[in-house]
């Protein structure tokens, strides 16, 4: 009789065992997805014109040079002991005029020549720079180069993303011209 009653006990454990809720497992844990790449920022916006004719702005400190680099005819502008900002060489073998300004581009951006005879919108050729320069190559007859040559006293090179420059229309850069022609 112990027996049946232990017996009954244990089919009435398992019986309450069966009829109690269950938990469910736990849930796998999830699997960390990697994190999109950021989204590229925008290019900031240039910096603003000042207020104003172009020709009243204060002309960007420094100096031209000219001088034969690697056998070309080259002028320079920069302050005394740093990079120049600016760089007019003839590619008379080529029949173009390389002008470089300061800066750094990996795909064409637009770049305007403001003289007092006209604007001249030119877009830069990354294969004509280095990594620090955005450069065009304009073809020695071209009128924007004439324009430059007899320019006012001044012209102005406004590169997007960059600070206008605005330098002096010195002999200089007639020179490197002239020298292409």
């Given at each position: 009789m112990k027996a049946n009653s232990l017996l009954s006990g244990a089919v009435a454990a398992l019986l309450l065992a069966g009829c109690a809720a269950r938990t469910p497992p736990p849930a796998p844990a999830p699997v960390a997805s990697p994190e999109?790449?950021?989204a590229p920022s925008p290019a900031p916006p240039p910096p603003?014109?000042?207020a104003g004719d172009w020709r009243e702005a204060p002309i960007t400190p420094g100096?031209?040079?000219w001088s034969m680099v690697d056998g070309q005819s080259t002028a320079r502008f920069a302050q005394p002991g740093l990079t120049p900002l600016v760089?007019?060489?003839?590619?008379?073998?080529?029949?173009?005029v390389r002008l470089a300004h300061a800066g750094e581009a990996t795909m064409p951006v637009p770049l305007v020549l403001v003289t007092t005879s006209g604007t001249f919108p030119l877009l830069?050729?990354?294969?004509?720079?280095?990594?620090?320069q955005v450069a065009v190559l304009i073809p020695a007859?071209?009128?924007s180069l004439d324009a430059l040559a007899f320019s006012r006293g001044r012209f102005a090179i406004e590169v997007t993303g960059l600070s206008p420059s605005y330098l002096p229309a010195w002999p200089e850069v007639a020179r490197v011209i002239e020298d292409c022609r």
């Open positions: 999109p790449a950021p603003p014109r000042p100096t031209w040079r760089e007019l060489t003839c590619l008379r073998d080529r029949g173009v830069s050729d990354p294969a004509a720079g280095t990594a620090k007859r071209d009128r």
